[in-house]
């Protein structure tokens, strides 16, 4: 996969800077081809249907669409954790999955930098050479001043963009992302929807799971899936634009402002 170089301790690192390490990368091509996806839960109407695209190494996907459409479900099928109602998906050379949750997790007394070089010592690195690299990652979302703080004391902001950085050094074939910059300040979470747009540059499938238009605008393929939610009867026959290989809009449901997680209660519809 990437191997992101350079980077030393206490070194302040620009997402300018850091966003253009040297990263070799992956070996082989890989492509996730989704059929005639649809999806429901017993009991709940169809969230989306008749969804096809393909995602490919290199490009990093923005999955958008109103509060509840079905955004992290979707994940979760890419993932292989929910069987879709209808459909396949085909993981072709995908062998490690790895996620964002909307949710910061960490254990609290540990510090910010053992969080992001754990998956780097899982891999068998040593501490030492692991840390630049941890570092470097923890640079790409302008998270380095935060090293040597406990997990507990850091924002909700630091927290998402360091299970970010922590994701970046467990090197995932494919990197799910549920709300990178909900609770991100407007200038923060610019920097990071463009990291996040160029990360998959680097040999990876990243799909976001966004509301906001700038981390939309910073990916190269779009699936909005308000284009793929059932057809109202009332409103006689619609077909969906075929955004899943394009740019869409984000339509009337994109907040003025970042939300919180939950902000908007799941299942409701504005
Ligand atoms: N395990 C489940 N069982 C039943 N319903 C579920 C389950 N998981 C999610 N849902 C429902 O499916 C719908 C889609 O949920 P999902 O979290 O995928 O939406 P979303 O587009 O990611 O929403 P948001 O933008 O608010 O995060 C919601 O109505 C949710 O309540």
């Not at 969804?51 to 190494?57: D, R, V, W, Y």
């Not at 085909?90 to 930098?113: C, H, I, K, S």
């Not at 300040?185 to 990243?206: E, F, K, P, Y």
Request: charged share 20%.
């Amino acid at each position: 996969m990437f191997l992101i170089r350079g980077g030393r301790r206490g070194k302040a690192a620009t997402a300018k800077s850091a966003s253009t390490a040297e990263i070799s990368p992956a070996a082989s091509p890989m492509r996730v081809v989704g059929e005639g996806l649809a999806h429901r839960f017993p009991g709940t109407d169809v969230l989306f249907e008749h969804l096809s695209f393909t995602l490919e190494a290199g490009r990093t996907v923005a999955i958008c669409g109103p509060s509840g459409c079905g955004k992290s479900t979707l994940l979760s099928i890419l993932a292989g954790w929910e069987r879709p109602w209808a459909g396949t998906v085909d993981r072709g050379g995908v062998r490690r999955v790895g996620w964002v949750f909307q949710n910061p997790y960490g254990v609290a007394e540990r510090t910010a930098l053992d969080h992001v070089v754990f998956p780097l010592l899982a891999q068998g690195m040593r501490r030492a050479d692991a840390e630049p690299q941890a570092l470097e990652a923890m640079g790409l979302f302008e998270l380095e001043y935060a090293a040597d703080r406990p997990f507990a004391a850091l924002s909700g902001g630091e927290a998402q963009r360091l299970m970010l950085a922590r994701a970046v050094c467990a090197k995932p074939d494919m990197l799910l992302v549920d709300e990178p910059t909900a609770q991100l300040d407007t200038r923060t979470a610019h920097s990071v929807s463009h990291v996040l747009g160029n990360l998959a540059g680097h040999g990876m499938i990243v799909v976001v799971a966004t509301h906001d238009r700038d981390t939309r605008d910073a990916c190269q393929q779009v699936i909005d899936l308000a284009d793929y939610a059932p057809a109202d009867p009332a409103l006689g026959d619609s077909s969906p634009a075929d955004s899943a290989q394009g740019g869409s809009s984000l339509g009337d449901y994109a907040p003025a402002e970042h939300p919180t997680a939950d902000s908007t209660p799941k299942g409701e519809r504005p």
